[in-house]
């Protein structure tokens, strides 16, 4: 899935680790890790982008992801799925909206 939208909405969302005070706009991480090949060329859909500020994207990639879910006790899954969940809500809500 390439969806420009939900990137836009991702990267104006708050950073996905808890208690970061970044201010500013995010990066969209797409997932890596959990069976997903770490090739970047190859990266998953951006359904399973979750936002991450900088600072925290750049440790990421750095110390890698394994260390990363660990330290910050974040499961890059489970948060795309919830991010997922929350847009098509969004979407949903504002489809029914009266005009």
Not at 29 to 48: F, L, M, P, Q, V
Not at 51 to 75: M, R, T, V
């Amino acid at each position: 899935m390439i969806n420009p939208d939900y990137i836009r909405w991702i990267k104006t969302r708050d950073c996905s680790v808890r208690d970061c005070h970044y201010q500013g706009i995010m990066d969209a991480h797409h997932r890596i890790g959990h069976n997903r090949r770490e090739d970047y060329a190859n990266k998953t859909s951006d359904g399973e982008a979750i936002p991450l500020c900088p600072p925290h994207h750049d440790e990421l990639h750095a110390h890698g992801w394994q260390s990363f879910e660990i330290k910050y006790n974040l499961n890059q899954l489970k948060t795309a799925i919830k991010m997922l969940i929350r847009y098509v809500s969004l979407i949903e809500s504002i489809q029914d909206s009266p005009i």
